[in-house]
């Protein structure tokens, strides 16, 4: 059983590698073939492949925009705290339910400094755990990683992970594959019900610019500063593959250049369960 088990193991991780290369040809045609330079969930990059019998198994892939999603590492840039993006994610944290002061711990976790930020914490308060650790002061490596930060927990996590990332470098949000939350969060006052139905409208009609989007929103402009986007750099491709009893999801992070001359290539991968 356990030589069955390694084979398996060793089977997902190849059709997981596959997944990831049939991903990134998709990305690549789609940034040679597009007429209109943008990302949206029209495109056949966003088409979920089902679920295809391979020797011994099965294995199911889909594309995410990493870009539609809320860039966690945002919150500092050129080691300054960046006020538009902070707004954006106190919305977002409010929306679920969450504390929006979690902010000031996250950017002091971000940040290169050791001055502790009302509601933050810095090396002083992680040193006083019972299993003591410092602040990172550096990029967020994982939206996991926020579980190392004071004041979230499991729970919190889970509730944010649909709507943020950690991306290697600053990034816009995606106004065409961002969820309603996270549209929601780019607008001082904008209900989530009205965010559904921007996010409805451009499903027949996606963005070609993001001026398109106040119009949408009713006359309304997003918080000024905000860096958005109609196209895309950052892709999460997920691999979901079943050989025997072994079930398993992997993801791996996809970037590709704008406007397409460089061949998209895999950053990280990793089993995620």
């Known amino acids: 059983r356990q030589a069955q088990n390694l084979a398996d193991r060793t089977q997902a991780d190849a059709v997981a590698k596959a997944v990831y290369q049939w991903a990134a040809v998709v990305l690549d045609q789609d940034a040679r073939q597009e007429k209109i330079p943008r990302d949206d969930l029209t ?3 966003a088409v979920t492949l089902p679920p295809i019998p391979v020797e ?3 294995v199911q892939g889909r594309i995410v925009d990493a870009q539609g999603r809320f860039n966690l590492n945002n919150l500092v840039r050129a080691n300054a705290p960046s006020q538009p993006d902070i707004g954006v994610f106190r919305r977002l944290l409010q929306a679920q339910g ?3 002061g979690l902010t000031e711990a996250v950017v002091d976790w971000i940040d290169s400094d050791s001055q502790t ?4 914490a810095e090396d002083t308060e992680y040193l006083q755990l019972e299993s003591p650790y410092r602040a990172a002061n550096r990029r967020l490596e994982s939206v996991d990683e926020l579980r190392l930060i004071r004041g979230f927990d499991a ?3 889970q509730k944010l992970k649909p709507y943020v990332i950690a991306l290697p470098a600053a990034t816009a949000i995606n106004i065409n594959t961002a969820p309603p939350a996270v549209l929601s969060a780019l607008f001082a006052n904008l209900p989530v019900s009205a965010a559904e139905q921007i996010a409805a409208g451009r499903a027949k ?3 070609s610019s993001v001026a398109e989007l106040s119009a949408r929103a009713g006359g309304q402009a997003p918080v000024d500063q905000i860096d958005l986007a109609v196209k895309s750099s950052y892709f999460i ?16 992070l996809i970037f590709r250049s704008a406007d397409g001359k460089q061949a998209a290539r895999v950053l990280w991968q990793a089993v995620v369960l």
Request: glycine share 12%; net charge negative.
């Open 205 to 207: 009609a996606p963005f």
């Open 98 to 100: 969450l504390n929006p």
């Open 117 to 120: 930020r009302p509601s933050g």
């Open 237 to 252: 491709v997920v691999a979901e593959t079943r050989f025997g009893r072994l079930e398993r999801r992997a993801e791996a």
């Open 43 to 45: 495109e056949e990059w």
């Open 56 to 58: 011994g198994g099965a």
């Open 155 to 157: 729970e919190a996590v």
